[in-house]
């Protein structure tokens, strides 16, 4: 890419745009081939990214390239940040408990080298050296196809700390996107999830098997610390950072 260390606004924009809905399209096909599920059976499209802006939205670029029908309900969801996957998956459910939708798909994309900004903030330069580009897509279904492999959703809980905000998020200099990103981050990223856990009333030790987003090096040591987890519990994200980086909302359906 000739143009990685090139940070103007517009140049920016641009690589979100052309490579966005390209890396959206890839993944939400082999979604789809994956599934056996035929492209007209599905009837909602979800998509969800916080490293650019579109508008019309990214589902209609996707609508479009995989050519679903257009009586679809199309949700854009931006913002969310790194987990932007779940509340996905809950908003699919809610369809699907409603009965307005069978299957839904759902694409989480980041072109994080678009939301890319050198200075000498240390949590700056971590996040430049941290987030990667990626794409990731799952398909949730009221029945699922037969002889697949599937994943049965019981349950969801979120809770949001909106005091905490400020040390992880994106802050807006000459036109760029600029990641804020706090050394409180693991820690608070543990004991939230702690959080979770009780409030869903949910003891760790009844769980066989972890999926966590792969955050960062330090966000999984501090999550097997609060959890007391073995390098093993973690292997799955682990690996993911590894090999991908982290891709902020895709990173947890990589791992799944």
């Given at each position: 890419?000739?143009?990685?260390?090139?940070?103007e606004?517009?140049?920016?924009?641009a690589?979100?745009?052309?490579?966005a809905?390209?890396?959206?399209?890839t993944a939400?096909?082999?979604?789809?081939?994956?599934?056996?599920?035929?492209?007209?059976?599905i009837?909602?499209?979800?998509?969800a990214?916080?490293?650019?802006?579109?508008?019309?939205?990214l589902?209609?670029?996707l609508s479009?390239?995989?050519?679903?029908?257009p009586?679809?309900?199309?949700?854009?969801?931006?913002?969310l940040?790194c987990g932007a996957?779940?509340?996905?998956?809950?908003?699919?459910?809610?369809?699907?408990?409603?009965?307005?939708?069978?299957?839904?798909?759902?694409?989480?994309?980041?072109?994080?080298s678009?939301?890319?900004?050198?200075?000498?903030?240390?949590?700056?330069?971590?996040s430049?050296?941290?987030?990667?580009d990626?794409?990731?897509?799952?398909?949730?279904?009221?029945q699922?196809p037969?002889?697949?492999?599937?994943v049965?959703?019981?349950?969801?809980?979120s809770h949001l700390e909106?005091?905490h905000?400020?040390?992880?998020?994106?802050?807006?200099?000459?036109?760029?996107?600029?990641?804020?990103?706090?050394?409180?981050?693991?820690?608070l990223?543990?004991?939230?999830?702690?959080?979770?856990f009780?409030?869903?009333g949910?003891?760790p030790?009844n769980?066989?098997?972890?999926?966590?987003?792969g955050?960062?090096?330090d966000v999984?040591?501090?999550?097997?610390q609060?959890?007391?987890?073995?390098?093993?519990d973690?292997q799955?994200?682990?690996?993911?950072?590894?090999?991908?980086?982290?891709m902020?909302?895709p990173?947890?359906?990589?791992?799944l």
């Amino acid at each position: 890419m000739p143009d990685a260390f090139v940070f103007e606004p517009d140049q920016m924009m641009a690589r979100f745009q052309k490579h966005a809905p390209d890396l959206a399209e890839t993944a939400a096909r082999q979604a789809i081939k994956k599934s056996g599920l035929p492209i007209s059976q599905i009837d909602a499209l979800l998509v969800a990214t916080c490293t650019g802006y579109l508008c019309p939205g990214l589902t209609s670029y996707l609508s479009q390239s995989l050519g679903l029908k257009p009586s679809l309900t199309f949700l854009d969801l931006v913002g969310l940040g790194c987990g932007a996957a779940l509340p996905a998956i809950q908003q699919a459910s809610s369809l699907i408990s409603s009965g307005l939708a069978q299957h839904v798909l759902i694409v989480c994309v980041e072109i994080c080298s678009a939301a890319s900004y050198l200075d000498d903030d240390p949590g700056v330069l971590i996040s430049a050296c941290l987030f990667g580009d990626g794409a990731a897509a799952t398909i949730l279904s009221a029945q699922p196809p037969p002889a697949k492999r599937t994943v049965r959703l019981l349950k969801t809980l979120s809770h949001l700390e909106p005091k905490h905000r400020d040390f992880l998020r994106f802050d807006h200099r000459q036109g760029l996107l600029r990641n804020l990103l706090a050394p409180e981050v693991p820690n608070l990223a543990a004991q939230h999830a702690r959080t979770v856990f009780q409030q869903a009333g949910i003891q760790p030790q009844n769980i066989s098997g972890w999926v966590w987003h792969g955050g960062g090096r330090d966000v999984l040591a501090a999550l097997r610390q609060e959890f007391s987890l073995q390098e093993k519990d973690t292997q799955h994200s682990t690996e993911i950072l590894r090999r991908h980086g982290n891709m902020s909302s895709p990173s947890c359906l990589f791992a799944l």
